[in-house]
């Protein structure tokens, strides 16, 4: 019997594409047993932005989230997202903060770490792979997904072959853009499993275009092991597809899913409340669970067209817009044909309306694109137009090796420095992941401490 396995992404993902990570823990609470239970490869629960949402919107420990995770889900496979020597942010970090982090993460309960660098560079993903493996977890290594000319079939087996012998258990091919096409996903499937058939492949993509359903169908015919999908009420739109509806169309075709049907209902009715909530408070956007073909047509992710619409907007250039969406491919392909993904989806729309308002190509270059072309985020995936680093740079070589070989430890000193507002590593470590923000929640919870020490004297 073919089989095929779903990675849930309702406590992570689902809620960071459709309600910017606001889901608080006591929304999920109530339903952890269930999910435990319900037979999924793994629950997608931490990482990516929920750990700054944590601190920031929600007033929760974001470690206490995850023991808490652990603590309800005892048997699922727990599953973060990290951008591999960016942790969770978007600069580099030194080493030893990469190391202590995904020790903590482990030690605190993540099963599993997808692990990805928004440029393919594998020397950023390097060290937290083989730290993964170390504490014990499973590496998962994701290809940030993009099409251009230098994005080869050959060129993606490469990377996903270079990344099982780092140690990667599993790969993904993470399309955050949701716009990976039946035939693309097919046909990319086909070629990893062909070049590494023992290796389990998981799909994840956005229904942001309407594309998902067709991709994901494609890339379990071609022998993708996993995908990844959303309990109904919180899927589509920016989301992944459906977990049910997925579930029943595949074992309908005879695959063999592993999933409680009945659990899945109690689960998707149990967030139906919250999410309608969402609706009415205008946290949830009707917007966001629209489909968007713009992405098509533009190849520019939905996100990073709305982006440049607002940038032009406040300068009154709105009537501009053609022009930059035609300068955007240009200025991609100048800088080596990053995948429009954050930071560099910001960085070249930016540079694209600068040029484009300008009047003159590179006239105005950010700071951002600077320490790009210097090698700050790595190796760009194809050639650099050398006119313009030669332009920008001047006699300044760029970069051979990783930035975060450039950078002093950090953790050790961080400690000695907080010293009794940090109670535990996992204290410093939010404080270095984010500092001002760790800094308020550390204040906060203080005094909420001892308003109910004051009250508890009272009350005796
Ligand atoms: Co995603």
Redesign the pocket.
């Known amino acids: 019997m073919p089989k095929v396995q779903f990675t849930e992404t309702v406590l992570r993902?689902a809620n960071q594409?459709l309600i910017a990570t606001r889901m608080p823990i006591d929304v999920m609470k109530p339903v952890l047993a269930q999910m435990d239970r319900a037979g999924y490869y793994s629950i997608e629960c931490w990482g990516g932005a929920t750990f700054d949402s944590c601190l920031r919107y929600l007033d929760e420990d974001p470690w206490q989230r995850l023991r808490t995770f652990r603590k309800e889900m005892p048997h699922a496979k727990l599953q973060m997202l990290l951008r591999g020597q960016n942790l969770l942010g978007y600069k580099h970090y030194p080493d030893d903060v990469v190391v202590r982090f995904i020790e903590r993460s482990v030690a605190n309960g993540i099963d599993i770490i997808r692990i990805f660098d928004a440029l393919n560079d594998l020397r950023n993903i390097k060290l937290a792979v083989e730290t993964t493996v170390k504490a014990g977890a499973l590496a998962s290594g994701a290809i940030s997904y993009t099409t251009s000319p230098v994005h080869t079939l050959e060129k993606y087996v490469e990377l996903c072959k270079e990344m099982t012998q780092m140690g990667c258990g599993t790969i993904c091919i993470?399309d955050?853009a949701g716009v990976i096409t039946p035939k693309e996903a097919y046909d990319l499937v086909s070629a990893i499993k062909d070049a590494l058939p023992e290796t389990p492949l998981v799909l994840?993509t956005?229904c942001t275009t309407g594309m998902a359903y067709l991709s994901v169908l494609k890339a379990v015919e071609a022998g993708c092991d996993v995908i990844d999908t959303a309990s109904s009420c919180f899927s589509g739109g920016t989301s992944q597809p459906a977990t049910e509806t997925l579930y029943d169309a595949f074992s309908q075709m005879g695959y063999e899913c592993g999933l409680d049907r009945s659990a899945l209902k109690t689960i998707n009715d149990h967030f139906k409340g919250y999410r309608d909530e969402c609706l009415k408070s205008g946290l949830l956007k009707p917007k966001a669970m629209a489909t968007d073909t713009d992405a098509l047509t533009y190849k520019v992710p939905g996100g990073m067209l709305s982006n440049l619409m607002a940038q032009l907007e406040t300068m009154h250039a709105l009537d501009r817009l053609e022009e930059v969406l035609e300068e955007t491919p240009r200025v991609r392909k100048d800088l080596g044909y990053p995948p429009l993904v954050t930071p560099m989806s910001q960085m070249v729309g930016v540079q694209a309306v600068n040029n484009v308002l300008a009047g003159e190509r590179y006239k105005n270059v950010s700071k951002e694109v600077k320490a790009y072309l210097r090698g700050e985020y790595g190796r760009a995936p194809g050639p650099v137009d050398a006119d313009l680093q030669k332009q920008i740079l001047g006699d300044e070589e760029p970069l051979t090796c990783r930035y975060a070989d450039t950078l002093e430890p950090a953790f050790e000193k961080t400690k000695a420095e907080l010293g009794e507002t940090a109670r535990c590593d996992e204290d410093v470590l939010s404080y270095i992941a984010f500092p001002q923000v760790a800094e308020t929640f550390f204040q906060h919870r203080k005094e909420k401490e001892e308003k109910t020490v004051r009250f508890t004297i009272e009350k005796l």
């Open positions: 993902d594409s993470k955050m994840h956005h």
